[in-house]
């Protein structure tokens, strides 16, 4: 992937929420590979120790001679206290981030409206749109201030259009929509990059926690099709930052080839 060969990377500071599995793991690991350094932050510290595990061993496996850098916070981005001391846990070589990529965000249940417990809403809206904005802000103004930054929001298939069973997880991901395209609204003025990339049927641990821990109904999401896997959006999120710096990826909507809308889909072809 020419990616790699990109210098535009090396060097870089890259923070990511949500870092510990799926879609934000896999993301940490191409960017180690690109030559980057990385602060993942994600609620469980056992499991950030091994991704950025991997992330040493996929920057030395590159080869590059830049980067490296790989610190680990818990954090947990639904808790205002945690979100205001963020800045102070960085380490100091790494304060000036470059890339910013909210990741962090889960779906709860598959309960319609009448049937949903207060407690999943709060839960949801907390992580998926109070934290992104939280964390936004926090580093929003250092950006202006450096004239350099990329924000990067991972959104999803739920925030272009609504499905039954999805009217929580929908709503908070049409409102990361509509942030993101209200900052990049805000920005134009400014050399800060905006970057919504909305997957539609990604194959991680994300429809487990959805089915509440229910693998088999998890496995049933995706029968008969190939669905996306957390490394086919790491791509489109460390592409999109390494493009030159007058080029800005404002929205990336990207399928598995047999999904065409959040319930249209052919089951008959998995690859």
């Excluded at 850098?69 to 639904?78: K, W």
């Excluded at 942030?179 to 805000?186: H, I, P, V």
């Excluded at 920005?187 to 970057?195: E, G, H, K």
Aim: proline fraction near 3%; charged fraction near 20%; charge should be neutral.
């Amino acid at each position: 992937m020419s990616v790699f060969n990109a210098s535009r990377l090396l060097g870089k500071t890259v923070l990511i929420t949500g870092a510990s599995s799926g879609i934000g793991a896999a993301t940490a690991i191409l960017f180690a590979k690109g030559g980057c350094n990385l602060i993942l932050t994600a609620r469980r510290a056992d499991v950030l120790k091994k991704v950025a595990d991997a992330c040493t061993a996929a920057h030395k496996e590159a080869g590059v001679q830049q980067g490296g850098v790989f610190s680990t916070i818990q954090l947990d981005v639904s808790d205002k206290s945690q979100i205001a001391g963020l800045l102070d846990r960085i380490p100091a070589e790494l304060r000036n981030v470059d890339v910013l990529v909210n990741n962090a965000g889960y779906v709860l249940g598959v309960e319609r409206v009448g049937d949903i417990s207060s407690s999943d809403i709060e839960g949801m809206f907390s992580t998926n749109v109070f934290g992104l904005i939280a964390v936004t802000q926090l580093f929003i103004n250092d950006f202006k201030q450096r004239k350099t930054g990329h924000v990067i929001n991972i959104g999803s298939i739920a925030g272009r259009e609504a499905y039954a069973g999805g009217s929580i997880y929908c709503a908070t991901k049409h409102a990361v929509s509509a942030f993101t395209g209200a900052l990049m609204r805000e920005l134009v003025d400014t050399p800060i990059r905006v970057t919504e990339i909305q997957p539609g049927m990604v194959e991680t641990e994300f429809s487990v926690i959805r089915f509440r821990g229910d693998k088999s109904a998890a496995d049933k999401v995706y029968e008969g099709l190939q669905p996306l896997v957390a490394e086919d959006i790491a791509e489109e999120i460390v592409w999109a930052a390494s493009r030159p710096p007058h080029v800005n990826l404002a929205e990336v909507f990207v399928l598995p080839v047999n999904q065409a809308t959040a319930t249209l889909n052919y089951r008959g072809n998995r690859l």
